[in-house]
C-alpha cells in the first residue's frame, strides 16, 4: 500500500493485496517487494523516489535493525534480517520495520483514536491477541522489546493446589498456560469449539448454545482480567481496543472490559481511563508503518523508539 501524507492528513494512492508465501522467507520478501513494486507503478510514482518503505511485522523483532527474532507463522523467519532483506529487494531504498501492533498504535496515536493521549493502551483482539503500551508519552518497549505483548499476560490458573497449576487450562501458543490469548484470540476460540472461525462460536452463543456459550463467557473473563490488570498497573487514560474480533464483538470484548474496570480496577485509575473502539479498521498496521517511516526519516520518532 502507497499513501502519500500532509501533516496529519493521508490518502491511500494504491493499493496491492497478496497472500503470504508459505514455502521460504526468500519468497516472501519477493512477495513484499513485488507488492511495493505494484502500488508505485499503480500510483505513478517512480521507485527511487519514494523516500522509506515502512513494513509491520509480527514479533519479537529488533525494531532499529529490522531483525525479526521470531515468527511462528511465517516459515524460515528465525533471526531473518527482514528490513535489510527487504530494502535490497527495493534497490537499496531506507526499509523501517516494527512490530505490528506497534505500528498500530502509531497510526491510532497519528490520526485515529488515541490523538494526543500521552499514556495509552493499543490492544488488538484478532486473530491473535496483542498490544502495545505507552507510557508518559514513550512507547515502552522493555530490554528486547517485547513489552506490550499483552496477549501473553496470564489470566488464569488451577485453583486447586493437588493438582498441576495449568490443569484444565488452555495451553498457549507460546509455551506457557492461563494466557489472555489462550482464552480470548479469534483462533483460539475457534478451536476451542472446533471450528475454523470464531464467528461461528459467537453466532452459536447468541442462539444460547451451551458450549459456545462457555467458550465466549471465558473469553470475556480474559479480557476483563486483563484489562483490570492494565488498568492498575499502567494507569493508562486510553484503551483503545482494535481487531475483527473487537470490531464485530464489541459486546463480547469492550463491554466485559469496561464492566471489569468498573466493579474492581482501583477507583483513581478505574476513573481516569476510557475504554474506546480503534478507529482505523483493517489498514491501521499499514498505515502505521507509513507514518513510522516518516516520523524515523525525519528524526521526529523518539516517542515510539
Ligand atoms: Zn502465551
Redesign the pocket.
Known sequence: MIATLDGDRHEIVARDERRTPRDSADSIVRALAESARSSAREAGIPLHELLAVGCAAPGPLDHRTGLVHQAPNLVGFKEFPLGPRLSDALDGLTVFVDRDTAMAAIAEHAIGAARGARDFIYVTVSTGLGGTIVSGGHMLRGATNTAGEI??WPVAFQLDTSRDADADLPR?????FG?A??FAAGRNVADAYGVADAAEVYAAAAQGEPRALTIVTRAERAVANLAVGLVNVLNPALIVVGGSIADHQPAHVLEPMRRAIAERAFRAPAAAVRVVPAALGGDVGMLGAVFAARERLSGRGEWFL
Open positions: 496477549g501473553h498457549c501458543g507460546c509455551g506457557s494466557c490469548e489462550s
